[in-house]
């Protein structure tokens, strides 16, 4: 089966299933507070695998 019309079939048998389910598609626009959050999270923990501790001086 050709690629583009196995993701048709897909997509339509995908609307089926939410119309009878009757659930409207959630979308990035529904909830950018877990996106946003999720992503700032990712930040800060890239910062601190990049950032080298600073070194405490000897007495």
Excluded: Y
Aim: net charge positive.
């Amino acid at each position: 089966m050709h690629p583009d019309i196995h993701l048709t079939l897909h997509h339509a048998r995908a609307a089926e299933l939410r119309a009878e389910a009757g659930v409207p598609r959630p979308t990035a626009r529904n909830s950018p507070g877990l996106r946003t959050r999720l992503g700032w999270t990712l930040v800060e923990v890239g910062l601190r695998l990049a950032t080298r501790p600073q070194s405490l001086p000897a007495h």
